[in-house]
């Protein structure tokens, strides 16, 4: 099971770093031609297109300031670029057993090799699902308790839950509270959204474990665990803390409107 992310930064000249402290200066080259050498498999996705296949680094050059990886062209490749994205997405498992991904933009492509520009970054997952993130002010949670609907605004997520605010009239919330801890949810509906981004994750289950009453939101506050989530939730879910970290870090995540 994939749990949490691990988000390393920096580039090919740079420092690494993740957030349990520096990694190493050339972290990103060296995994990336360890998995060369080793012709490990990669998934590769492109951008826009209904299209994923499995192939391999073939190796990795230099050509003045530019580095590129050059990647093995699967046959009928290059009739599926046309008018798509250049941007491709790949995923492989490191030899720690952990999967790391990262987006590529393609240079060009020949008989044998797509070249794609050098990474900036790479991501590795971690065994930590309780690493939290903060997303924007449109991220919306709607779910059900005993039929009841109720939405809330979240502050932070991750893979084993999310903390947030109720919407809806204070006063009319008060003075009994319409959630306690224990209470069974369900038909979890998780809406994304930022100026970048717009994503739907769907969770089957979920208990609520702490609520509170925020005087500084002056709204009803409450967490909740996932409790049951099968594998494509959980993937999708993953992802999407992929998005909310790679736009945190470019330091472009305004708040949608």
């Not at 826009?48 to 990647?71: A, F, H, M, P, W």
């Not at 060009?108 to 790479?122: A, G, H, S």
Request: hydrophobic letters at 40%; charged letters at 25%.
């Amino acid at each position: 099971m994939l749990l949490g992310l691990k988000w390393l930064t920096g580039g090919f000249n740079g420092i690494v770093m993740g957030i349990d402290g520096i990694i190493g200066e050339n972290n990103i080259f060296a995994v990336l031609e360890q998995v060369k050498n080793t012709k490990s498999l990669i998934r590769m996705k492109l951008a826009g297109k209904d299209y994923e296949q499995l192939t391999v680094i073939d190796d990795i050059q230099r050509n003045g300031k530019s580095t590129y990886l050059l990647i093995g062209c699967p046959n009928g490749f290059a009739g599926l670029i046309d008018g798509a994205s250049r941007k491709i997405q790949f995923e492989f498992t490191g030899s720690d057993k952990l999967p790391y991904f990262f987006d590529a933009d393609m240079a060009r492509t020949d008989q044998k090799n797509i070249w794609v520009l050098f990474p900036e970054y790479i991501s590795r997952k971690q065994l930590r699902r309780d690493f939290r993130v903060d997303v924007p002010h449109g991220t919306i949670m709607v779910f059900k308790k005993n039929g009841v609907i109720f939405k809330k605004q979240v502050i932070n997520l991750s893979l084993g839950g999310a903390f947030g605010a109720l919407i809806g009239d204070r006063n009319r919330l008060e003075p009994d509270w319409p959630l306690c801890a224990g209470d069974a949810l369900t038909g979890i509906d998780l809406f994304y959204r930022s100026k970048l981004s717009d994503q739907r994750v769907i969770i089957r289950k979920a208990v609520v474990i702490r609520c509170e009453e925020n005087p500084a939101l002056c709204r009803f506050c409450c967490a909740i665990h996932f409790a049951d989530m099968n594998k494509s939730e959980e993937k999708a879910l993953t992802e999407l803390i992929y998005v909310v970290q790679r736009e945190c870090r470019l330091n472009r995540l305004p708040i949608a409107d």
